[in-house]
């Protein structure tokens, strides 16, 4: 089996992106030295490095990264060694202009940016694996190496090109999975608006149309687009297995919704060694630590709950959002040990040193402009201190308390034309009903419908439009064997091929539900409705209602006004040992936190209201002990009470009966016993 974790490194990873092919050789004494001061342990190297390893075809110059990864070395610096396939040279796309991806408006991409690349190309394909072979053989028994970092973001910005290369391949890979013109014709149901098939070299991509392209068609090519570029990964990590055994291979993900949409990370996540994710704070407006706690669990479940590494964050502002505000003091500490406390064992950034520069040069990094006379850096030392304090929780995993689903397929089978509402969306809904959960101090694992569940009390689906009968039986199953399952509207709606299931509405979900739906009936913009429930109590919802017929579902809360008056808004089925909830209507935050109450009432998770609003309080163990990370960030101090004393160790002090937390800082206990 390959190794997980990076190579030679006994400490929590530390560090980030470096690249001194940026900078003259005289400043790399500088940088390692300043290194050693924070603390750095380990660096990624080379990721975009290509044109410099091989400036022209078949010529290479390794010269600069031997004496870069040798000074690293001599100062114990361990390296995450790239394949720099996400940056062809100039001289590749020269000879080979067919390797430059193509939009479904036929537009090709040009040379100057990043990722522009065609997964399906022969030429690129053969090319990657030959860097990739020359790296292996000089670097894979370097002692140096800790991990391979194949390419950069599969997925961003390019995932899917539509050239005649891309057609051919599609074509073999339809043949792989439908064996036959017949197979794709009644998977993709192509008798509506006489799109049938006799052969299938007739087919191509989904390129531009007139109007709505064939659903079941579309959301195929996205399936395909993932798998080639996974196939390219898949490549480049056997050559690298085979060259350099006992060097574990990853590439950095996406992970978190508001990222990334084009990857299966679930399938993702069986093909690299370690899982490692990036992740940058979205500033909407909304409480970015929620995004961040939520990325660093769904990036945790992807790793199927084993540690995982942050090999991607920034020390302050990024620069390409409409606007990119600093972090402000203690809050990269809170970031990065908040990923910590969710399963990384390390926290590493873009970059080590700010780019003079590129189209990057106004993103922060390690060491700023500025230089070691500035705020991020002094917070940088300080955060390395800390992160070699908490070494100790490496290889310990993080306790969820509930469950989340999700599926990658489902968000894009959601996301074609011709909804009932294009107000639904799938990744608001997951934001909406996790927020919740978070507010509630309730840590959760994010899993696919087809998994297990039985570990979980209280199983939540924000969002599942396309749900496989095997998952409806799933959940029926888990239901059945005494858990809490709670349903959000317009899921279980469709099979893998975007069909209807057969039967009334939810199809894959009517029998676990005690219901069926006769038409939904989105609301139009602005719209809103109100329910009621017990004791008078009154929610409100937008965006969509439904007709439901409970079906052995006991009705909670009734709508109270528009075409749905009367009808249930919320129900409840008994089924076997446990329970199921439907809500048929976007509830607001405040009726989703009411909802959950009450299902978590029914799976016997208790409150939770000694701990203060946004504090997170998150639960690691493992062979080395349990450890209890609180992390507080709002401005008042405040105490959180202990099951057990322990050690705090980022202070060394005596933690016994409740752990003082400062406003805006983060403590860690290693719990006695």
């Not at 209280?458 to 888990?478: H, I, Q």
């Not at 075409?563 to 008994?574: F, K, S, W």
Request: charged share 20%; aromatic share 10%; proline share 6%.
């Amino acid at each position: 089996m390959p190794e997980t974790a990076p190579k030679g490194l006994t400490r929590l990873a530390f560090g980030g992106d470096y690249n001194p092919e940026q900078w003259p050789e005289s400043v790399w004494e500088e940088d390692v030295r300043l290194m050693r001061e924070a603390g750095v342990t380990m660096v990624s190297v080379g990721i975009f490095s290509w044109a410099l390893l091989e400036p022209a075809p078949g010529e290479y110059d390794f010269g600069w990264l031997d004496r870069i990864i040798g000074l690293l070395h001599a100062n114990g610096i361990r390296v995450d060694l790239g394949t720099p396939t996400v940056a062809p040279p100039a001289w590749f796309y020269r000879a080979h202009p067919e390797a430059l991806p193509v939009t479904a408006d036929g537009t090709r991409y040009e040379f100057g940016s990043r990722g522009a690349i065609c997964h399906s190309n022969a030429a690129y394909r053969a090319a990657s694996a030959e860097i990739t072979t020359r790296l292996a053989e000089r670097y894979g028994d370097h002692p140096a190496l800790a991990l391979w970092h194949v390419f950069n973001e599969y997925g961003v910005p390019v995932s899917a090109c539509y050239c005649d290369s891309c057609a051919a391949h599609f074509r073999r890979w339809l043949t792989t999975a439908y064996a036959t013109v017949d197979g794709v014709n009644s998977a993709w149901g192509t008798a509506f608006w006489g799109q049938r098939y006799a052969d299938l070299d007739q087919i191509n991509p989904p390129r531009l149309t007139p109007t709505a392209v064939n659903p079941a068609q579309a959301l195929d090519y996205r399936r395909f687009a993932d798998a080639t570029m996974r196939e390219n990964f898949v490549a480049q990590r056997d050559i690298l297995h085979r060259l350099s055994p006992g060097v574990p291979v990853t590439t950095n993900f996406m992970a978190a919704l508001s990222q990334c949409d084009s990857v299966d990370y679930w399938a993702w996540g069986r093909e690299v060694d370690l899982v490692t994710n990036d992740h940058y704070l979205i500033t909407d407006g909304r409480r970015t630590h929620v995004n961040l706690a939520m990325a660093a669990d769904l990036t945790r479940s992807v790793a199927g709950g084993a540690p995982w590494l942050l090999l991607e964050h920034s020390t302050s502002g990024v620069n390409w959002q409409p606007r990119n505000p600093a972090k402000a003091p203690g809050q990269m500490a809170r970031n990065s040990l908040s990923h910590v406390a969710r399963g990384s064992d390390g926290a590493m950034f873009f970059q080590w040193r700010q780019s003079r520069r590129g189209a990057e040069k106004f993103h922060s990094a390690m060491l700023p402009h500025g230089g070691t006379e500035t705020r991020v850096w002094r917070e940088v030392v300080r955060l390395g201190a800390a992160v070699d304090s908490l070494s100790p929780v490496r290889g310990t995993r993080t306790e969820a308390d509930v469950a989340v689903l999700w599926d990658w397929q489902s968000w894009w089978a959601q996301n074609l034309a011709w909804r009932p509402s294009e107000d639904h969306d799938p990744r608001e809904r997951a934001d909406t009903f996790y927020e919740a959960l978070f507010d509630r101090h309730l840590t959760v694992d994010f899993a696919h419908p087809e998994a297990d569940l039985s570990a979980y009390p209280l199983v939540v689906v924000p969002a599942l439009y396309l749900m496989t009968e095997a998952a409806g039986e799933n959940l029926k199953r888990y239901v059945e064997n005494g858990g809490t399952l709670v349903v959000s509207y317009f899921s279980g709606i469709v099979d893998e091929h975007d069909a209807v299931h057969e039967g009334a509405c939810p199809g894959a979900l009517r029998d676990v539900l005690g219901l069926t739906v006769e038409e939904f009936s989105p609301l139009l913009a602005g719209e809103r409705v109100r329910v009621t429930g017990p004791g008078g109590a009154e929610l409100t919802g937008d965006v969509w209602t439904e007709f439901v017929v409970p079906r052995g579902a006991e009705t909670v809360w009734t709508y109270a006004e528009g075409l749905t008056a009367g009808r249930p808004a919320v129900t409840r089925h008994r089924l076997g040992g446990g329970t199921a909830w439907y809500v048929s209507t976007r509830l607001d935050a405040r009726g989703v936190d009411t909802l959950l109450g009450r299902a978590a009432q029914d799976a016997g998770i208790a409150p939770r209201a000694e701990l203060p609003y946004d504090v997170e309080v998150v639960r690691r163990r493992g062979e080395s002990g349990s450890y209890l990370f609180a992390v507080n960030h709002t401005g008042a101090d405040i105490k959180v009470p202990l099951t057990a004393d322990g050690t705090e160790l980022l202070t060394g002090e005596r933690a016994e009966g409740g752990l003082a937390v400062p406003a805006g800082a983060v403590r860690v206990v290693r719990l006695d016993g």
